[in-house]
Nanobody, 112 residues
Framework: VQLQASGGGLVQAGGSLRLSCKAS????????MGWARQAPGKQRELVAT???????SYADSVKGRFTISRDNTRRTLYLQMNSLTPEDTAVYYC???????WGRGTLVTVSS
């Protein structure tokens, strides 16, 4: 199983980024997927999840600003991040929920 995350970068506060996670080696459409993040010196935090049927949940810290979605045809998971703040600075990881499969992560840095 491979999960290749991309789309991170440096953005000013108030800006937007869109993360992508391309999956291979799994029947992507069958799995619940998620995005988590880990800021320096902090524990990994689950940010958003989306089930195989499209049910979505968000952490309170990102609700109303982030949108998770998936394209089963492209086997790709997305995270649209708007109204970014410096507190969103972290390495963002995609995950096949209920498994130990994690992507390598993509760094998001939000400057004030």
């Amino acid at each position: 199983v491979q999960l290749q995350a991309s789309g991170g970068g440096l953005v000013q506060a108030g800006g937007s980024l869109r993360l992508s996670c391309k999956a291979s080696g799994i029947n992507f459409r069958l799995y619940e997927m998620g995005w988590a993040r880990q800021a320096p010196g902090k524990q990994r935090e689950l940010v958003a999840t989306i089930t195989s049927s499209g049910n979505i949940s968000y952490a309170d810290s990102v609700k109303g600003r982030f949108t998770i979605s998936r394209d089963n045809t492209r086997r790709t998971l997305y995270l649209q991040m708007n109204s970014l703040t410096p507190e969103d600075t972290a390495v963002y990881y995609c995950n096949v929920r209920s498994t130990t499969y994690w992507g390598r992560g993509t760094l998001v840095t939000v400057s004030s």
